[in-house]
């Protein structure tokens, strides 16, 4: 662990499997990279070694190879605790920083942050101007609760030593782990900024040339589910008192569940005491989402 902290922010970019879009993704952040700034990406143990598609590319660049549990969770976690900045901006390998915006990250007083993002598909890089700042808005004042989800690849950042002290991403989770971490920051009561801009640019794909495609797309969808069921378990008292934010996590477990045809675990989420208050809105909409995936199987 590297403990003296002499640069203000630290842009962490895991990386497993996309040469070709990491070379990318880095290059949109050197492009406006302040001074007191570096780029550590995270080699999740690629085929082709991170070091060697990014070497030389710039001086304030570094790589290094985890030793953490294999997954974007562990990544982040080993490049935390190797960063040299007070502050931390993650950016996903296949994505794109909007130029500008790790200057306006460094203005924010806030303990973390996000931002809305632009998706595209493709190699080419579509046409984007420097981002253009102005006030984020208080993340506890943020409605609905999807909105106060802090996506890790939606330019988000956070303190480094408070991402310590909230004991990092849950790597046992390998998919939505930023729905857990989330959840967690909402409950320490931070100081949490939504961004009024855009600030990412995301590739939409199923792997360019050969290179690893999205993570949460070769999940399969009973796998999610669970996923979600622990994070409904893990924080069913908080839960408990954000009525809403319950109700959108069981949607989005029960919509897979009924695309993993698991009528039993559907009926376990649906009896659950968080479904309660929502449970007729929750049965119809269980009905909906299988009645839509049997005729996608079709």
């Not at 070091?51 to 290094?64: E, M, T, W, Y």
């Not at 981002?131 to 993340?139: A, C, R, S």
């Not at 909105?147 to 991402?163: M, P, S």
């Amino acid at each position: 662990m590297i403990d003296n902290q002499d640069l203000e922010l630290t842009v962490i970019v895991p990386s497993r499997d996309r040469p070709q879009l990491l070379a990318a993704a880095v290059q949109s952040v050197l492009a406006s990279l302040p001074d007191c700034a570096e780029v550590l990406v995270v080699d999740d143990r690629s085929v082709l070694p991170v070091a060697s598609v990014v070497a030389n590319l710039d001086p304030r660049l570094r790589s290094i190879v985890s030793e953490a549990r294999p997954g974007a969770a562990g990544a982040r976690n080993w490049g935390v605790t190797h960063a040299r900045g007070r502050r931390i901006l993650f950016l996903d390998d296949d994505d794109l920083m909007i130029p500008g915006y790790p200057t306006w990250v460094l203005e924010q007083q806030s303990d973390y942050g996000f931002a809305p993002t632009i998706s595209f598909r493709g190699l080419a890089v579509p046409a984007i101007g420097v981002y253009p700042g102005g006030t984020g808005k208080p993340v506890v004042d943020v409605r609905p609760f999807r909105h106060q989800v802090a996506g890790l690849g939606c330019g988000f950042w956070i303190d480094r030593a408070t991402f310590l002290a909230t004991g990092g991403i849950a790597e046992d989770i390998r998919v939505n782990e930023d729905t857990e971490f989330s959840i967690r920051l909402l409950r320490a009561d931070l100081r949490g900024v939504r961004a009024p801009a855009p600030a990412v640019l995301v590739r939409q794909h199923d792997g360019i040339g050969g290179e690893r495609g999205h993570l949460t797309a070769a999940a399969k969808a009973g796998e999610r589910a669970g996923f979600f069921g622990a994070i409904l378990s893990r924080h069913a008292d908080w839960l408990t008192e954000r009525p809403d934010a319950a109700k959108h996590l069981l949607q989005r477990q029960l919509k897979l569940l009924a695309r993993a045809r698991d009528g039993e675990g559907a009926r376990a989420a649906l009896a659950s005491p968080l479904a309660k208050q929502h449970r007729l809105a929750l049965w119809l909409y269980y009905l909906a989402e299988t009645l839509l995936a049997q005729i996608k199987r079709r």
